[in-house]
């Protein structure tokens, strides 16, 4: 996949500069993976929806987002997709297919939440974050945290065109800057500044109950908020 950019229309207004991707997968359609499909059916990118049941449960989203929409399971968005974003609860990773999204950027929102989750104890000692574990299921991929600390509601109304003054900023993190970038173009490309906060270690600093956690900031505010995050421990 190349660097080569097209024009596109912003659902806010003026057109925008927007990474060509033919297809982006989504391995998961709930409140986040439903928004981030409208998004990318928005911007002309062709979307293969799926989840854990069978692929008739998504045909009304697949009726909503149109021609440019199918629906498959876990394996068949892996597959199809230039970019794959995985969008479960975090007990469900071991699930995802891993010889498909070889060599492929995969986009993780996930959070850790005990209560649902079950206690994992390298995220209870903070030894790991929630994207590492995910990258050491698919060493071979390249995986980028974004998207897990906005709610699902923000994604298609919070975005503006670039330049608008106080427009608002989401994280990314990860191991590949090249993968970062073209993250970094498709959420732009959604309405979005982006602050870069380093490698897939760093993710800690925008998990559940930090400062950014949630919060609308533009990129010099989430750049304070991210740098004030706390380890749970030292809270």
Known sequence: MGRAQRRGRNRSGPLTVAPVMT???????????????????????DVVVSNSRDPQTLAPLVAELGEHARAGRPADAAR??????VTI????????????LAGKIVIDTNNYYPQRDGQIAELDDESTTTAELLQRHLPTSHVVKAFNHIFAGDLTTDGSPAGTQGRRALVVAGDDDNAK????????????????IGALSEGWRIQRDTPGYTAKYDAE??????????????M
Request: proline share 4%; glycine share 12%.
């Open 23 to 45: 297809t982006i997968g989504l391995i998961g359609s709930g409140h986040i993976g439903s928004q981030l499909a409208r998004l990318a059916v928005g911007q002309g990118h």
């Open 181 to 196: 970038r073209t993250v970094t173009d498709l959420i732009d490309s959604f309405g979005f500044d982006v602050v870069d």
């Open 80 to 85: 199809a997709g230039d970019i794959v974003v």
């Open 221 to 234: 505010g989430l750049r304070d908020a991210v740098a004030s995050a706390k380890r749970y421990r030292d």
């Open 89 to 100: 609860p975090l007990k469900n990773i071991a699930d995802v297919p891993v010889e498909p």
